[in-house]
């Protein structure tokens, strides 16, 4: 086994028996992060490993959990069937979102992004008939349960949480080593040299961008069926950014650089809320210092300096 | 021998660039297995001529045959793919990457993504360039004349049938160039070459032909004597 596949199957072991060592507040913020984590990573196929910047990935989280949470309050659906609904309705609509904004490049590519997050934040405001719009909706626990396990026992929820995770972590070991992981690289560094090397660098952009949304999506639905609540702020444009923030601490183009940047985020806001209201200003000045001192993040640096091997 | 076959062949070939006529009406016939070499002052439209052969920027009129396929239409990495390599005049590398992962990327495409036999074939390859004592670099770090070799390295892992090098002696030193010649004489036994080159003493030593172009036009075609020889192309480079 190679050390990087076993770096990081340690990193889930270690998190399976942080379950059992930590305090309740803790285990459950982690089973948060975890989602989130999975959301960043998804950020990172097109951000850190394709040079893909979007500025509208709540879109993505949202048509997962829309779709999941839809499913259950619309249709009744089960739990387990619903989540299926969110993943699949995040590929169709990511892959129609890649196939539209593709076309464009750079910053045109960050504004349509932009824009079309913003049209789905409105449709969710427009059918509040159907959404509830702003207030949003709960899951109600009676129909948060999987084959007997109840996804709102605090427990069930981590291991849940986790076997997400882990799935994406491991997901996104194979792809960086793969033929198509390597390419999307190539396209990150040189797009031009990519296609004169014989590679369609347009449809390795569109899987990027379709993997990506699909992996947000599954945050999202999982976020939804695992702590019950489905609303309108998780469309907007702030939590568009979170993930290219998470990202950009945790080290772009690093496989476990978003789960790290995440938590740091995550504790951050959580320790500096409990002596000032100001904690966006020290999330801003932590920023500031790592895009100064630390630019390739927080993984980045550690691959840098002692760790070539990380992927 | 077999009966010369052509590989390459472009007619009517145009590119406009505004009212700007780049490259007007160009037929070219390319045989295969021929190492041809295309000079021409500068902006006399080499470069623009050979990225329409190989896909990068399209034509504005005629049509491009290619071992046999019409493929003026065809988006260039699909032409990468049928056997047309390119190394781009201005070193366009993987700056990022090590040289070696660099030249895996030429030829992982052929080769597949297993690691040991991708090492295999890219040390093989930057051992010929004579990059290997240099391969976990990072490109960007090497001298110009190194990112040249590398260019080039990265042209021939692609195993093409036609290989189309633009100006790759650029900031080569004398010894280097030796060497390029040689590699170049041994890619040939099995590789057709179009080269674009300043260097008349490396166009000398490997072209069996020369194709001159002027204003976007081909001027004379000939063997590197009758090309010494011909007034047009003297008249060319001295601007008389």
């Keep these: 086994m190679s050390r990087a596949l076993t770096f990081h199957i340690g990193a889930i072991i270690v998190l399976a028996v942080l379950q059992f060592i930590l305090p309740v507040y803790h285990s459950g913020n982690l089973a948060r992060i975890m989602v989130l984590a999975v959301y960043a990573m998804g950020y990172n196929v097109m951000f850190g490993y394709t040079g893909l910047l979007s500025l509208g990935h709540a879109m993505f989280f949202a048509v997962g959990m829309y779709g999941a949470g839809l499913s259950i309050r619309l249709f009744d659906m089960a739990a387990a069937p619903a989540f299926g609904i969110g993943i699949i309705a995040s590929i169709l609509f990511s892959l129609g979102v890649g196939l539209l904004a593709l076309r464009t490049i750079g910053v045109a590519f960050m504004i349509v992004t932009l824009m079309f997050s913003q049209a789905i934040y409105l449709l969710i405001l427009y059918f509040n008939p159907l959404t509830r719009g702003d207030e949003g909706f709960v899951i109600p626990q009676a129909v948060r349960q999987v084959a007997g396990f109840d996804l709102s026992d605090p427990v069930t929820r981590y291991f849940a949480a986790l076997l997400l995770f882990a799935i994406a972590l491991l997901g996104m070991v194979w792809l960086v080593r793969s033929r198509t992981g390597r390419v999307l690289v190539a396209i990150r560094e040189n797009e031009e040299r990519a296609r004169m090397l014989g590679y369609d660098s347009w449809a390795h952009k569109l899987f990027a961008v379709v993997l990506s949304g699909t992996m947000a999506g599954a945050a999202g639905a999982a976020y939804g069926l695992l702590f019950g609540s489905v609303g309108a702020s998780f469309a907007e444009v702030p939590f568009s950014i979170l993930p290219l923030l998470y990202v950009l601490l945790g080290g772009p183009g690093t496989v476990i650089g978003p789960f790290v940047g995440t938590l740091f985020m995550f504790y951050l806001r959580d320790i500096s809320s409990s002596f000032t209201d100001a904690h966006l200003l020290v999330a801003g000045i932590v920023l500031v210092l790592l895009t100064m001192y630390a630019r390739r993040g927080i993984m980045g640096v550690v691959r840098e300096r002692w760790a070539k091997w990380l992927p | ?240």
């Design chain 2, 1 to 240: 021998m077999a009966a010369v076959t052509t590989l390459l062949s472009t007619c009517g070939l145009s590119r406009h660039f505004g009212g700007l006529r780049a490259v007007e009406n160009v037929d070219f016939d390319l045989p295969e297995g021929e190492i041809r070499a295309l000079i021409g002052p500068n902006g006399a439209g080499k470069t623009t001529f050979v990225s329409m052969l190989c896909g990068r920027i399209p034509a504005s009129n005629g049509k491009i045959t290619f071992a046999g396929r019409d493929v003026t239409r065809m988006p260039a990495h699909k032409r990468v793919q049928m056997g047309i390599a390119y190394t781009f005049q201005i070193t366009s590398i993987f700056a990022a990457l090590s040289v070696r992962e660099n030249v895996e990327l030429s030829v992982q495409r052929r080769l597949g993504a297993d690691r040991g036999q991708l090492g295999a074939a890219s040390d093989a390859l930057l051992e010929r360039v004579g990059l290997l004592d240099r391969a976990e670099q990072v490109a960007a770090d090497m001298a110009y004349g190194h990112q040249r070799l590398l260019e080039i390295a990265m042209g021939l892992g692609q195993n093409p049938r036609l290989l189309i090098l633009d100006e790759p002696t650029q900031g080569l030193s004398d010894g280097e160039i030796a060497d390029f010649i040689r590699l170049i004489r041994e890619v040939a036994r099995d590789t057709t070459v179009l080269l674009i080159e300043h260097n008349i003493d490396v166009v000398m030593a490997l072209a069996q032909k020369i194709t001159v172009m002027n204003f976007g036009a081909i001027i004379a075609e000939g063997t590197p004597e009758e090309i010494h020889a011909n007034e047009a192309v003297q008249a060319a480079y001295l601007g008389g």
